[in-house]
């Protein structure tokens, strides 16, 4: 149950674009389509913005987007804005009924 | 409005024994599968265990394999996490979370988290 591999950090300014990745296994990513994505701010409990790889719930910015190529997915945050400055974790359900989380990437918005 | 609400968190010596507790409102708790996520001071999220909506599937990261068990009370409207043989490495908030109706996503509402602490 190894965790997923995310970049430790990203940054980006204002109005621009960034891509968070999250590499897995055949085992994980790869072998199903259940990859979320979570933002969390400090001190807060965690909030679910992507579901099913692309899939974003009710509520939640459409600047907000997910893929998945092979073991990789990706977030993508368009039109960056201040409140978006937070960690985001990836998750994947596994091929042992098991769920397992990235180790979280911090977004700085500069 | 949906609402989780752990408690049971606290200080602990190590090789204790700890019991946690998910208060579910707002939905149907008993259609629903649900998970504790931990996350300790300054790290990241680590998911821990699952348990379908009438008990049927239990999972455990193996972190915690053989010392922790899940369970619920439907009637109750309530999660558990029974914690045993601790250790200073289990110290951290420990979240309950929704499963979303369909599918395996863990998370849709979560809990604020209550700390766990486990030292001598």
């Known amino acids: 149950q190894s965790a997923l591999t995310q970049p430790a950090s990203v940054s980006g300014s204002p109005g621009q674009s960034i891509t968070i990745s999250c590499t897995g296994t055949?085992?994980?990513?790869?072998?199903?389509?259940?990859v979320s994505w979570y933002q969390q701010h400090p001190g807060k409990a965690p909030k679910l913005i992507i579901y099913?790889?692309?899939n974003r719930p009710s509520g939640v910015s459409n600047r907000f987007s997910g893929s998945k190529s092979g073991n990789t997915a990706s977030l993508t945050i368009s039109r960056l804005q201040t409140e978006d400055e937070a960690d985001y974790y990836c998750?994947?359900?596994?091929?042992?009924?098991?769920?397992?989380f990235g180790g979280g990437t911090k977004l700085t918005v500069l | 409005e949906v609402q989780l609400v752990e408690s049971g968190g606290g200080l602990i010596q190590p090789g204790g024994s700890l019991r946690l507790s998910c208060a579910a409102s707002?939905?149907?708790?008993?259609?629903?599968?649900m998970n504790w996520v931990r996350q300790a001071p300054g790290k990241g999220l680590e998911w821990i265990s699952y348990?379908?909506?009438?008990?049927?599937?239990?999972y455990y990261a193996d972190s915690v394999k053989g010392r922790f068990t899940i369970s619920r009370d439907n009637a109750k409207n309530s999660l558990y996490l029974q914690m045993n043989s601790l250790r200073a490495e289990d110290t951290a908030v420990y979240y309950c979370?929704?499963?979303?109706?369909?599918?395996?996503?863990?998370?849709?509402?979560w809990g604020q988290g209550t700390l766990v602490v486990v030292s001598a």
């Open positions: 979370a929704r499963d979303l109706i369909a599918g395996a996503t863990t998370g849709d509402y």
């Open positions: 707002g939905f149907t708790f008993s259609t629903y599968s």
């Open positions: 348990i379908s909506s009438r008990s049927s599937a239990i």
């Open positions: 055949s085992s994980d990513v790869g072998f199903y389509n259940y």
């Open positions: 099913d790889v692309s």
């Open positions: 998750s994947s359900y596994t091929t042992n009924n098991t769920r397992v």
